[in-house]
């Protein structure tokens, strides 16, 4: 049985993901953007990385379209992003959600991601697994099937998290494994603003 738990344990060490998401082990201010593939709403793949490398980028990892505090947060940045854009920033939200499900929800002005495989959380180190018993209760209790939702069975969610980045360099990051408080929009605006100095 020990080696059993043993084999478990390994095997989540080398998918990337954390046991919790007080685990997690996030990339840090000056870290390059790793090359990872996320696709858009149409389902069209492209390397994250290479989207970044010449261009100022807010990335918003968001835990998906069923959780009511990803859902404020979202419009807060709604509300906010003509002043981000003036600022010269493009606003890219990811979630694990599925581009069908993305598409189905997609009220917003900036662009959201699918993070379909996981491989841009697990990339970003903000991906942590959620283990039988609370995928069941996600979905049995809360009606949040997240095999539904991602359209995969790899049972992996963000941290949320906030990454301001510069030519596929990270300036600024803010990560909460305490997924009701987000970086707000106004915050990260003032953020923004001071880089222009």
């Given amino acids: ?5 043993f084999l478990v344990s390994f095997l989540f060490a ?4 954390a046991q919790t998401m007080e685990d997690i082990c996030p990339l840090k201010n000056s870290a390059v953007i790793p090359s990872c593939e996320v696709f858009d709403i149409a389902d069209k793949p492209f ?13 918003v990892f968001f835990r998906g ?11 807060e940045l709604k509300e906010k992003v003509g002043a981000i854009e003036a600022l010269g920033y493009e606003v890219i939200a990811i979630s694990p959600d599925s581009p069908a499900n ?9 662009t959201l991601l699918s993070d ?3 491989a841009a959380i697990e990339a970003f180190g903000l991906a942590w697994h959620v283990d039988d018993e609370k995928y069941v209760k996600y979905r049995d209790e809360y009606d949040v099937d997240l095999e539904f939702w991602s359209e995969n069975k790899h049972h992996l969610l963000p941290v949320p998290a906030v990454y301001v980045v510069h030519n596929a360099e990270v300036v600024f990051n803010y990560v909460n494994p305490k997924y009701s408080d987000r970086l707000s929009a106004d915050l990260l605006v003032d953020i923004l603003a001071s880089y222009q100095n």
């Fill in 116 to 118: 379909k495989s996981a």
């Fill in 65 to 75: 379209g069923w959780c009511s505090y990803c859902s404020r947060q979202l419009a």
């Fill in 1 to 5: 049985m020990k080696s059993i738990l």
């Fill in 14 to 17: 080398l998918s990337g993901a």
């Fill in 102 to 110: 993305l598409a189905a929800a997609n009220e917003y002005n900036f």
């Fill in 47 to 59: 390397d994250l990385a290479e989207y970044t490398a010449d261009k100022n980028v807010v990335l």
